[in-house]
């Protein structure tokens, strides 16, 4: 069979169905959401007053899987997370970033979201948690936001 033939079979509507699925296939392993996110202490439970920030950027993809990094200034991190709690709200770790420098967090390698974890992400539940010996429940917070 000859693959001119099998698309004759097809007909017009049949061959532009495949190239919508074919399209969907592609999008979902390429259309990530890169999320750019600042931390502050105005934004941890109680706020916590600090001249410390951080920055970074974020990967979620459609899979679930992410990535990314966190840089801060003026302070000296102990442990770095990503919790799950809305604005406002305080939450457990989901994943525990991992040091990359003197003052950089990454998301670990195979860091992946549970499916509710995920869409706590969509719904913007997820944060950025940086903590220090002096604020050992964070110094610096910053929400995820798609």
Partial sequence: MKISSSFA???Y???LAAAVIALAAFSTAVFADTVKVVLSGDLKVPPVKTTA????TLTINPDMSVGGSVATTGLEGTMAHIHQGAPGISGPVIIALVKAGEH???????AKLTPAQYQAYKAGGLYVNVHTAANKGGEIRGQLLP
Avoid: E, N, T
């Fill in 9 to 11: 079979r097809l007909g």
């Fill in 104 to 110: 950089d967090w990454a998301v670990p390698p195979g």
């Fill in 53 to 56: 920030s951080g920055s970074g």
């Fill in 13 to 15: 509507s049949g061959i």
